[in-house]
């Protein structure tokens, strides 16, 4: 948090971790992260729209605008749907074209993710395991599963959907 005249700012990103799970002020303005720009907004509702035009992209068409959580997830927005910014889950906003969307199962659930890389790190937050205890493999059909190292980058592929999986370290079947 920082003063910046008679209002304080909130950094989105990271709230919850700092604060706990408690709403954020509303007589704040708020330092949020759309894409990687910073941008201070006064409003704690605002609607996909808005995130747009915040980083002049109003105009663009077959777009997707995703809220990241703090648990590493990514939920897209719908476009008539309005964001509640005082939540405590919500950490930034990306946004991209449709044709820039990846898919992959994770223990058996389908994620829909707008960056082409995510670490083994970011998978075991995503299944909710312990990074200490658990290891992530890939699934490759006709191979050996590949393990994934806590800070291994992975290129996930529009035209497949690969396959992760979580276990005890030590093992290989999740």
């Not at 006064?42 to 777009?63: D, F, P, Y």
């Not at 991209?96 to 994620?111: A, I, K, T």
Request: hydrophobic letters at 35%; charged letters at 30%.
């Amino acid at each position: 948090m920082t003063e910046t005249g008679s209002r304080t700012v909130i950094d989105l990103e990271g709230w919850t971790a700092l604060n706990g799970s408690g709403r954020r002020p509303e007589d704040a303005d708020l330092r949020v992260i759309i894409d990687e720009e910073a941008v201070i907004i006064s409003e704690t509702q605002v609607s996909r729209g808005r995130l747009l035009e915040l980083v002049a992209k109003a105009e663009l068409t077959e777009i997707t605008v995703f809220k990241r959580l703090s648990d590493g997830q990514f939920v897209e927005i719908g476009h008539e749907e309005v964001i509640d910014l005082c939540e405590p889950l919500i950490e930034s906003f990306h946004v991209g074209s449709r044709h820039h969307e990846y898919r992959f199962v994770l223990d058996g659930v389908d994620f829909t993710w707008p960056i082409r890389a995510i670490t083994g790190l970011k998978l075991k937050h995503l299944a909710k395991v312990d990074p200490a205890t658990y290891g992530v493999w890939e699934e490759i059909p006709g191979e050996d599963d590949r393990p994934i190292a806590d800070h291994q980058k992975v290129h996930l592929r529009r035209e497949h959907v690969e396959r992760f999986f979580t276990g005890k370290k030590g093992t290989t079947e999740g």
